[in-house]
Nanobody, 115 residues
Framework: QVQLVESGGGLVQPGGSLRLSCAAS????????MGWYRQAPGNQRELVATITRGGSINYADSVKGRFTISRDNDKNTVYLQMNSLKPEDTAVYYC?????????WGKGTLVTVSS
């Protein structure tokens, strides 16, 4: 059974940092493109960052220079280091695993950036 379990969300002040983790199980992690997406209240889900099995990375313009995605194929885990957080980063953050014919989502972790 495929599982993606996010952790690391919470309340942080503007300018602060958080590190999200997504632990994967039930599939061959190393062959998947892993990604982070987010959905703010009233908005559609949007891409934050993706990383291929070979380490190629793509970021949304809004997070470039502030967020860093990484993966550990030995631990079946993908990370999102978020620095210089802004109130507009407030959202539920979802982990995604994608391969040909397959697309899996976690349940999400809430990140709130507020003073």
């Amino acid at each position: 059974q495929v599982q993606l379990v996010e952790s690391g969300g919470g309340l942080v002040q503007p300018g602060g940092s958080l590190r999200l983790s997504c632990a994967a199980s039930g599939f061959t992690f190393s062959i998947y493109v892993m990604g982070w997406y987010r959905q703010a209240p009233g908005n559609q889900r949007e891409l934050v960052a993706t990383i291929t099995r070979g380490g190629s990375i793509n970021y949304a313009d809004s997070v470039k220079g502030r967020f860093t995605i990484s993966r550990d194929n030995d631990k079946n885990t993908v990370y999102l280091q978020m620095n210089s957080l802004k109130p507009e980063d407030t959202a539920v953050y979802y982990c995604n695993a994608r391969a040909i014919g397959m697309n899996h989502w976690g349940k999400g972790t809430l990140v709130t950036v507020s003073s």
